[in-house]
């Protein structure tokens, strides 16, 4: 009877142990970096299209960690002023592909220059699919959409969304439910919930130092179940899309320990 009672105990640990194994992997990230790798494009699936400012990244590392600094040239704000005024290119911007999804969650650490003059506003990442609609080029529901975060004047923070019936430019999510801080890294984390084909039942959250800080609903993406979730959209310049949106000097934002996951991921632990 002891020893049935001892094996007992046992089968009762190892099925305890064998469920805990499966929680975590259920949980589990679906693809991580934290740019500890010098050539760390490799990892990330980039399209040619819609890269540019390679240039103004780099890998740095500081207290033993690394992480990558995004650089804006003084004067520099969106593409259309390198177009327009030979302005100096600012920022950088890539769609790494993600595989399909419904519904996904993204996380990222952003920090900016401990001397960031905000300005009126710039881009950071976020979700996209299909052709990641911006720059004023409204999505008619079967193409594309873009879920990028903002940063306001005096770092007042959104989410600035291309969806079917944004007008004109992108659709202000949340403007100044949270503030976006100089020489701090702060988590960010965003879930999109696409919604079903023809009815406005899409979700944006928003989790800022794993505070909730948005949650809306009744939103509209797409008007086809073909469009997916399939990219991370890493879009960060000043702008706008006129040179009072520029920056006044050389600046930088650092990025790091970027996530994805069709869960709720929050703190990297040892952070």
């Known amino acids: 009877m002891l020893n049935y009672m001892r094996n007992l105990k046992l089968v009762f640990a190892f099925l305890l142990l064998a469920m805990c194994f499966s929680f975590k992997k259920s949980s589990g990230i679906l693809w991580q970096d934290g740019f500890d790798n010098a050539v760390w494009f490799d990892g990330w699936k980039i399209r040619e299209e819609k890269k540019w400012g390679m240039e103004n990244t780099s890998i740095v590392e500081e207290n033993g960690n690394k992480f990558l600094r995004v650089k804006y040239p003084r004067n520099s704000y969106s593409p259309n002023g390198v177009k327009k005024e030979n302005a100096p290119s600012g920022g950088a911007q890539f769609i790494s592909d993600v595989g399909l999804h419904d519904s996904l969650h993204l996380r990222y650490y952003v920090r900016f220059d401990k001397r960031f003059d905000f300005v009126k506003g710039g881009k950071l990442p976020g979700l996209c699919g299909g052709t990641a609609n911006s720059g004023g080029h409204i999505p008619n529901g079967a ?9 306001r004047a005096t770092g007042n923070g959104e989410l600035y969304a291309y969806m079917p019936d944004s007008q004109e430019w992108g659709t202000s999510l949340g403007r100044d439910n949270w503030q ?13 919930v696409l919604n079903s084909p023809g009815i406005s039942n899409g979700i944006v959250r928003v989790w800022i130092d794993n505070e909730l800080v948005l949650e809306q609903k009744e939103l509209l993406f797409r008007t086809t179940s073909s469009l ?3 990219g991370i959209f890493f879009s960060t310049f000043f702008g706008g899309n006129d040179n009072t949106w520029a920056t006044p000097f050389d600046t930088y934002t650092d990025f790091d320990d970027f996530a994805i996951s069709e869960l709720y991921i929050g703190k990297k632990e040892g952070r």
């Open 143 to 151: 193409d594309g959409f873009s879920t990028r975060f903002m940063w």
């Open 228 to 230: 997916k979730i399939d």
């Open 180 to 192: 976006f801080k100089r020489d701090v890294w702060q988590l960010v984390e965003h879930q999109l």
